[in-house]
């Protein structure tokens, strides 16, 4: 029995169960009398809609809210087991992502392939998002950080590509919304004969996979030794577990991290058995997701506010995994430092940057003057011109003054961390931003300009704080604070589907600030937004020298007279400014500031000074580009210059992944 039932297990079981439990039976005693009970759940008289209610919707609800939990908890199991990765999980690697994503094409672009069932077409989204985090992590032979970097930059990616479905499909997905969120609401018994059938023969391939799979925890060598197909083993468990999470994801949408925290929970308890693994993962996934699902149900009745279970979920998972980041032991192949970036010096970067502003420039000129309209492309006449330059102008302005102070966050960050793969997206600090809007908003009825750019600034060095808390006493190490960030860049995404399932009113307008829309910007804030950009580079090249000293080394800064505390301070409110009043304009993703600085970098210009230049003009050109792509590319409608930028910066960070 202690096989079955090891002690370390017992209580926290226990006292999950006694809490769903309790909750379960607090809730069905508000809805139905006890003495009503049995004859509610197994006979109800269809005459009373009490009855009824707890019979075809709460009930329901409560057995698809165990079986999506364990099922979740069985697929974090098995990826953990095969990939050797304490991190894997269905939400880590992207596949619940990109079931989700590959669910939503098909309703809005070939909606009969629905009839051949749910579950494999989000079999095949998921297939394809592990496929994809795969082969980026293949040259590092499938080394547990690099998985977890792809995977959780495969979920930025996909989500961003959702984001642009949302925004051009409003109508056609309003009823994806909440269960994309990750909703168990239930009004039949549908959910429960679809998931139940399904789960169990789940289980039963992996009870019979339990000691090819335990043969996993030995190295390859050995375990080939023993005559075991790698491949073929590895193939059946990531099969199993992508089935089994596409299920999920077809039934009650996206949950998240419960396939992280479950099996987390088994191993900080001291279980490092396969079999007793693989057994109470699914027990305590299933207690863990019910627990919250009902408790939020609790919530309801005394707050109105509608929060999917599984946009909750996954604002808890994030703060579990910032938990365990610091206590994943790190091998070779993570990212490399910034000294891994040879590059060659230009021999003369004051020609090369002459170049780059006249490419601006031309860029600038180009989009204020080429465009659409509604006889097909076309060079404007004088005053048609100036029509179009009062609608075109703030928006090319703005769209310019953002990737200035995103490349300079970008610069900062790579040149102090000693990591080219740092920027303000991937470190949270874009989230951190988004995060103290939204609170704001929350908080206070009107939102001017003002208040909401200090929200963003607050948000902004908040998280930067939280970086520096979780990642000091392992040294900064370039790749955990990576893996941090993207952590912390996780925990917006809940939020948002929390703000888009509630139907507020400002959701519109929300949802075009979180893709970037460069669309209500005025020429006042236009103006605003340069002039503060002019700004923040002259303070940047004021510090050039601590930038070229500090990626050095903390003991020779400090040797020639660099006040480590006072100069990192001073960086770290630089990027807090710079990022807050950049995520403004164009929301919290683009990836500018990641792919700005390399590209000045790979031109040759390896001092700060130039560096910063560089940087600031290749992000100028970049977003003023990005901006006249996506108000042409799907001419009359708009693509935000935050998604444009997104697509393509996103694409540019995987390719630099895979060439690690």
């Known amino acids: 029995m202690k096989h079955i039932f090891p002690s370390p297990l017992l209580r926290p079981a226990l006292i999950l169960l006694g809490l769903t439990l309790s909750l379960a039976?607090?809730?069905?005693?508000?809805?139905?009398?006890?003495?009503?009970?049995?004859?509610?759940?197994?006979?109800?008289?269809?005459?009373?809609?009490?009855?009824?209610?707890?019979?075809?919707?709460?009930?329901?609800?409560?057995?698809?809210?165990?079986?999506?939990?364990?099922?979740?908890?069985l697929a974090g199991t098995l990826m953990q087991q095969v990939l050797r990765n304490p991190l894997a999980s269905p939400t880590t690697l992207g596949v619940a992502s990109g079931a989700q994503l590959a669910l939503?094409?098909?309703?809005?672009?070939?909606?009969?392939?629905?009839?051949?069932?749910?579950?494999?077409?989000?079999?095949?989204?998921?297939?394809?998002?592990?496929?994809?985090?795969?082969?980026?992590?293949?040259?590092?032979?499938?080394?547990?950080?690099?998985?977890?970097?792809?995977?959780?930059?495969?979920?930025?990616?996909?989500?961003?590509?959702?984001?642009?479905?949302?925004?051009?499909?409003?109508?056609?997905?309003?009823?994806?919304?909440?269960?994309?969120?990750?909703?168990?609401?239930?009004?039949?018994?549908?959910?429960?004969?679809?998931?139940?059938?399904?789960?169990?023969?789940?289980g039963g391939l992996a009870a019979v996979l339990v000691r090819p799979l335990a043969v996993l925890?030995?190295?390859?060598?050995?375990?080939?030794?023993?005559?075991?197909?790698?491949?073929?083993?590895?193939?059946?468990?990531?099969?199993?577990?992508?089935?089994?999470?596409?299920?999920?994801?077809?039934?009650?949408?996206?949950?998240?991290?419960?396939?992280?925290?479950?099996?987390?929970?088994?191993?900080?308890?001291?279980?490092?058995?396969l079999g007793q693994r693989l057994l109470w993962g699914p027990i305590l996934g299933a207690l863990l997701l019910t627990a919250t699902d009902l408790l939020l149900q609790t919530l309801s009745n005394v707050w109105p506010v509608l929060i999917p279970t599984g946009a909750m979920t996954a604002l808890l998972g994030a703060p579990l995994l910032l938990w365990l980041i610091p206590r994943l032991a790190l091998k070779s192949g993570a990212p490399k430092g910034a000294s891994g970036l040879s590059v060659a010096r230009h021999p003369a970067p004051t020609r090369l940057l002459t170049l780059l502003?006249?490419?601006?420039?031309?860029?600038?000129?180009?989009?204020?003057?080429?465009?659409?309209?509604?006889?097909?492309w076309s060079w404007p006449s004088w005053l048609r011109w100036q029509a179009q330059l009062e609608w075109r102008l703030p928006r090319t302005l703005a769209a310019g003054a953002a990737g200035v102070l995103l490349a300079l966050a970008g610069t900062l960050l790579q040149r102090v961390s000693n990591n080219p793969m740092a920027s303000p997206e991937l470190l949270g600090v874009s989230g951190g931003t988004f995060m103290g809007v939204i609170a704001t908003a929350l908080l206070?009825?009107?939102?001017?300009?003002?208040?909401?750019?200090?929200?963003?600034?607050?948000?902004?060095?908040?998280?930067?704080?939280?970086?520096?808390?979780?990642?000091?006493?392992?040294?900064?190490?370039p790749e955990r604070i990576l893996l941090s960030g993207i952590a912390i860049t996780a925990l917006f995404e809940p939020l948002q589907a929390i703000a888009l399932a509630n139907g507020d009113m400002r959701v519109q307008q929300l949802l075009s600030w979180m893709s970037g829309s460069t669309y209500y910007v005025t020429l006042p804030v236009a103006y605003g937004l340069v002039a503060l950009a002019v700004l923040m580079l002259a303070a940047c090249l004021l510090i050039s020298r601590w930038l070229d000293l500090l990626p050095?080394?903390?003991?020779?800064?400090?040797?020639?007279?660099?006040?480590?505390?006072?100069?990192?301070?001073?960086?770290?409110?630089?990027?807090?400014?710079?990022?807050?009043?950049?995520?403004?304009?164009?929301?919290?993703?683009?990836?500018?500031?990641?792919?700005a600085p390399h590209m000045a970098k790979l031109m040759g210009l390896v001092r700060a000074r130039w560096h910063l230049l560089g940087a600031a003009a290749s992000g100028a050109l970049l977003m003023v580009s990005a901006d006249w792509i996506g108000q042409q590319i799907l001419f009359p409608q708009d693509v935000p210059v935050g998604l444009v930028s997104t697509l393509l910066g996103g694409a540019y960070f995987m390719w630099c992944l895979r060439r690690l």
């Open 25 to 73: 039976g607090w809730d069905l005693a508000r809805q139905v009398p006890g003495a009503l009970w049995w004859q509610t759940l197994f006979s109800p008289n269809l005459d009373d809609v009490r009855q009824a209610v707890v019979h075809f919707s709460w009930l329901p609800r409560l057995m698809v809210t165990l079986l999506a939990g364990a099922a979740l908890g």
């Open 104 to 202: 939503m094409m098909v309703t809005l672009f070939a909606p009969s392939w629905l009839l051949l069932g749910r579950e494999w077409i989000a079999m095949a989204g998921g297939s394809l998002a592990m496929a994809l985090v795969f082969a980026l992590a293949w040259r590092r032979q499938l080394n547990p950080v690099v998985i977890v970097f792809a995977g959780l930059v495969i979920n930025l990616y996909l989500a961003a590509i959702s984001m642009g479905l949302l925004l051009f499909f409003q109508e056609e997905l309003k009823g994806l919304l909440v269960w994309g969120s990750g909703s168990l609401a239930q009004n039949s018994w549908s959910g429960v004969s679809y998931l139940l059938p399904r789960l169990l023969v789940a």
């Open 217 to 273: 925890e030995l190295d390859d060598a050995s375990a080939r030794g023993l005559g075991v197909s790698l491949l073929q083993l590895r193939l059946a468990g990531l099969g199993l577990a992508v089935f089994v999470t596409a299920c999920v994801v077809s039934v009650v949408g996206l949950i998240g991290f419960i396939g992280l925290a479950a099996p987390a929970m088994v191993r900080l308890l001291g279980i490092r058995r």
């Open 357 to 376: 502003l006249l490419g601006l420039g031309l860029a600038i000129i180009g989009s204020l003057l080429v465009g659409q309209g509604m006889a097909g």
């Open 444 to 477: 206070l009825p009107a939102l001017p300009l003002p208040i909401m750019l200090l929200g963003g600034l607050l948000g902004a060095f908040a998280c930067l704080l939280l970086l520096v808390l979780v990642n000091r006493k392992h040294g900064f190490q």
């Open 552 to 595: 050095m080394g903390s003991a020779l800064a400090t040797a020639l007279g660099i006040r480590l505390n006072r100069a990192q301070l001073a960086i770290l409110l630089l990027v807090a400014v710079l990022t807050a009043s950049a995520t403004l304009v164009v929301g919290p993703l683009s990836f500018v500031g990641l792919l």
